[in-house]
């Protein structure tokens, strides 16, 4: 059973940075994606950006590209999410996920497979 727990959520002022971290256990397979969303309250899950495990390759939506960057560590197990620029429309519980199936849609988060409890990220204007 994959578990994913994130960390290093918190309050932020508006144009700070904040780095997302993701531990994975139970196993990656190199197929996996493992993407990274983000929930504001009233809001619906929004797609942040994915990592391929064994590419590297990464995509983004332009709400946060240039300002987020993803990244991963084979040896830990451990994704990661580098935010920078923040605004506070970024602020939100954000989450990881990994995708196992061969299905496509990697931005869709109906199509993730397993699910991190989610951390808070709080942006102060």
């Known amino acids: 059973q994959v578990q994913l727990v994130e960390s290093g959520g918190g309050l932020v002022q508006a144009g700070g940075s904040l780095r997302l971290s993701c531990a994975v256990s139970?196993?990656?397979?190199?197929?996996?994606?493992m993407g990274w969303f983000r929930q504001a309250p009233g809001k619906e899950r929004e797609f942040v950006g994915y990592?391929?495990?064994?590419?590297?390759?990464?995509y983004y939506p332009d709400s946060v590209k240039g300002r987020f960057t993803i990244s991963r560590d084979n040896g830990k197990n451990t994704v990661y999410l580098q935010m920078s620029s923040l605004k506070s429309e970024d602020t939100a519980i954000y989450y990881c996920?990994?995708?196992?199936?061969?299905?496509?849609?990697?931005?869709?988060?109906?199509?993730?497979?397993?699910w991190g409890q989610g951390t808070q990220v709080t942006v102060s204007s």
């Open positions: 996920a990994c995708k196992r199936s061969m299905i496509s849609g990697a931005t869709n988060p109906q199509n993730y497979d397993y």
């Open positions: 990592i391929r495990w064994n590419t590297g390759n990464t």
């Open positions: 139970g196993g990656i397979f190199s197929t996996d994606t």
